[in-house]
């Protein structure tokens, strides 16, 4: 049997969650996108709060332990914001993994060139 493809069912589940919850990508409006966008940036922001408190990062305390089970719950939970952000964009899992294809090639061409000054325009292709 064959298994389906891990990122397009992702997507599809996402989909299904956000419209369960009345958020429907198609078709929205330039207003409706920075919305939605700017909602899902603060979302993720507050995973990654959550995630950076499952580590000890409080160097000044010493109760402090890593709560590994915790911070994959957060980074799944940055996944579903992610995945959103990615549909309010119109961008679909195969549109993704094409963008981080390209987007990998110029990070490692940027290690390679030693990446001594920032540029914009190496990503143009993308």
Not at 54 to 66: F, G
Request: net charge negative.
């Amino acid at each position: 049997m064959e298994s389906p493809d891990q990122l397009r069912e992702l997507f599809r589940m996402q989909k299904a969650l956000n419209e369960r919850i009345g958020v429907h990508t198609d078709g929205m409006t330039d207003e409706q996108k920075t919305e939605w966008v700017l909602n899902y940036c603060r979302a993720m922001s507050q995973e990654l709060a959550e995630l950076t408190d499952s580590v000890p990062w409080k160097w000044w305390a010493k109760y402090q332990k890593l709560d590994e089970q915790n911070a994959r719950v957060e980074v799944v939970d940055m996944f579903h914001f992610l995945i959103s952000l990615a549909q309010v964009l119109g961008m679909s899992a195969d549109d993704v993994y094409e963008a981080y294809l390209k987007k990998n090639e110029v990070n490692f061409q940027r290690q390679e060139s030693g990446y001594t000054e920032k540029d914009h325009e190496d990503s143009k292709h993308i």
